[in-house]
Every structure is written in C-alpha cells, then in structure tokens.
C-alpha cells in the first residue's frame, strides 16, 4: 500500500526532501453503542485496515492533497487561511475539517503540506473510514509540523471535524479508536471523561469476524438524519429526566434507577431510545467484565442483546443487518454477533470459534445471498496500533 502511495507521490508532487509515511486505522466497535454521545461507555479496537498517507512538509501555507481512491477528484488544494466549513462530507472535508478545528482551538500550523493517500478499508461501510481520514490528517500534521498536540487531542479535533464541518453530531468513539489504539487490545472508554483502559483480547481459539452488508451507510443521506435524530431523541429523554433526577447524561443510570424514572419521560419513542442507552451502557460495563473474567461466552451473549437493544428500542438496525446476526446466531461456533458502528446498513461483527470461521464465511454468505441478492464481504479483525508515523 505505502509503495503504491510513495510512487504516486513521486510522480504527482516530486521525490526531493524528507518525505514520511504515515498510517491511521479503522475500526471496530465491539459493544457499547450509540452510547458515546449519551456519556456511556464504548469498547471498540483499531484495524489494520486504514488509510495510509506519504506526505512532506511545504514552505508556505497551501495543502495539496490526492486521494489514490478517488483519482476524478484530482488534487485538492487549500490555503490553510481558507478552510470554510461545508457539509459536502466529502473525503477531503474530513481533513479540512481536521485542520480548521486545531486552528480554530487556538493550535497555529506554520506550513502546509502536501500529501497523497491510499486506503484498504471499505469506505461507508461503518468501520470508520472518515474518522480514519480525520486522523491521518491529524498526525500528519502533529509530525510535519511538531504540533504540540497529543493523540487524545487529535481524536477531539476529529470530533469537532465531525460535528462542526461535517454535519453529524457523532461522538468521539470512532476518532477515539482510531487516534488511541493499541495492538491485540480493545479500548474500554467512558466517554464522559475520556478516561481509558486497554484491556486484552486474549483470543488464542476465536476470531474476531467483520460481515459487510454491503448496505451502503451513506452519511449525506437519510441514514445521517437517522443518526442526528436518535441523538436528538436521546437528548429530549434527558430533558424529561433532568426534571426529576440530578443528572447530567443518561450514562449515569444503572438500570434500575432508569426503570424507577422512565415514567417521567413523556414520549414513548424517547423512552425506548433511552432504554437502550442505558441498558446498553450497563451492559458493556458487563460484558467488559465477563471479557476480563475470561467469560467469553457471557461477552457474546451481551453482543446479542446489544444487538436485539439496538433492533427494538434503538431502531437504528436494517433488514440485511438483522439477517446476517439472526442467521449468525443459527450457526455452529458463533460466540455471539451484532451489528456494529452508526447502522443503517454497514457491518455486523462477530466473535467465531477458530475452527468454524471457514464455515461462518461460507454458509452465512451463501444464506446471506439466499435472502437478500447480495454479496456478504468478511474480513477477520486484527487489533491494532492507532494512527502514526511510519518510517
Ligand atoms: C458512529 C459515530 C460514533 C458512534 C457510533 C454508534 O460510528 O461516529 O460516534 O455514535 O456511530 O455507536
């Protein structure tokens, strides 16, 4: 990939000067969603699928970038004074909106860039694509430019690229993954205060399975409303219950004090999507537990309702993706499986015994096919490292 990346360089920008290569994941989430922005707890692990980037330094303030994935877009050029936010959610408004946000939190980059990209990683399938572009963008320019900038600080620029350039009001889990993954671990990270543990995979008999629906999860269209009006949804519940209890995010209720109040919470549509928040925050709580535990058959069974939660109460699940975990479910080997990301299409994952990963591929597929007209793609899951430099 870096290869490839280097040669267009060379040939698009000149092969003089200190040129770097760089990497920034995916990723995947493996419980705890849609609970970011309602100040729960995620546990997702960066890919070693991403997107990678060759970059050298400039002298003045233009950024010139290429994107191998999107050749008719041709080569982006900015002047770092000039990145007004849009919402086109194109991929170089991720990292425009990367730049913009460090500026705009006060961070001042002297020089430009000029960079080309390649990625191996599906984009809108729901494995973080933009947010991996985000974080590319970010340590790029943390190194080219030695910002005094830490990876948490990236995941937040990513962010506020998301929310205030880009139009979706998403949390901070995706760019958090990307920016602070760590090999062979997942990251049990409760977003109301950033704090994280690494906690190890420990997966010697099992694999970590991503099934792509194939669904595009296309973040201009309705599923992003989808996404900003479940958050909103969610933020009306709190509304409701703040009138009742000292809270400052659904977050911060175990399930029995969410049972004992949710009467309070006037509309029923409301109260379900805050069920699942709840129900789900507690449940990865759990689950993370069970995984430390060594339970891995009780961490698969929370995937299960994780996903049965986010079918019925949260309402962000889609035919092809209740099929593939349905289906799953049926097969032998299958520790547990879920739909995994925003929704709305994009993937499922899935936790398969070694020896059963050739038939969950084949059989799924094939049932896969059966119901829907469409190819399932599999990929097998390698925790890794977040976004850095490469050479
Ligand atoms: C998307 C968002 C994340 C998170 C998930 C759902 O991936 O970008 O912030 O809300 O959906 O868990």
């Not at 950033?194 to 629906?213: A, G, H, Q």
């Not at 698969?300 to 939660?309: Q, T």
Request: net charge negative.
């Amino acid at each position: 990939m870096i290869e490839k990346a280097l040669e267009c360089f060379k040939e698009k920008f000149g092969s003089e000067g200190d040129i770097r290569s760089y990497f920034a994941p995916g990723r995947v989430n493996l419980i705890g969603e849609h609970t970011d922005y309602n100040g729960g707890h995620v546990f997702p692990c960066a890919l070693s699928m991403g997107n990678y980037g060759v970059a050298r330094k400039r002298n003045d303030r233009i950024v010139r970038w290429y994107n191998m994935t999107y050749p008719d877009n041709g080569v982006q050029e900015r002047s770092l004074d000039d990145l007004a936010p849009n919402d086109n959610g194109l991929w170089y408004d991720y990292q425009h909106g990367v730049l913009w946000a460090m500026m705009k939190s006060g961070v001042e980059i002297p020089f430009g860039y000029d960079m080309v990209m390649v990625a191996d990683l599906p984009a809108g399938s729901g494995l973080s694509a933009s947010a991996s572009i985000e974080e590319l963008a970010a340590v790029i320019v943390k190194d080219l430019c030695d910002l005094p900038v830490d990876m948490v600080d990236c995941a937040k620029y990513g962010q506020i690229s998301e929310n205030e350039y880009n139009g979706s009001n998403s949390g901070i889990m995706d760019q958090f993954a990307s920016a602070m993954g760590k090999k062979d671990h997942a990251i049990f990270l409760d977003t109301a205060d950033l704090s994280y543990e690494y906690v190890p995979l420990n997966l010697k008999n099992e694999k970590i399975v991503i099934t792509n629906s194939r669904v595009k999860h296309n973040l201009t269209e309705n599923s992003y409303n989808s996404y900003n009006t479940r958050r909103s949804e969610s933020e009306k519940a709190l509304a409701d219950l703040k009138r009742v209890a000292d809270i400052k995010t659904l977050g911060e209720l175990d399930n029995e004090e969410f049972d004992r109040l949710s009467e309070y919470i006037e509309n029923e549509v409301n109260r379900k999507r805050a069920r699942h928040a709840v129900y789900e925050n507690q449940r990865t709580i759990e689950a993370v537990k069970e995984l430390r535990a060594g339970n891995l058959e009780s961490f698969g069974k929370l995937m299960n309702d994780s996903h049965v939660s986010l079918r019925d109460d949260y309402a962000v699940s889609c035919d092809e993706l209740d099929i593939l975990t349905e289906e799953a479910w049926k097969l032998p080997g299958v520790i547990g499986s879920r739909m995994t990301g925003g929704g709305f299409g994009g993937c499922t994952v899935s936790i398969v015994k070694n020896e059963y990963v050739d038939n969950f591929t084949g059989s799924l597929g094939a049932v896969y096919k059966e119901r829907t007209g469409l190819e399932a793609e599999f990929y097998i899951a390698d925790a890794s490292d977040g976004a850095r430099r490469l050479n």
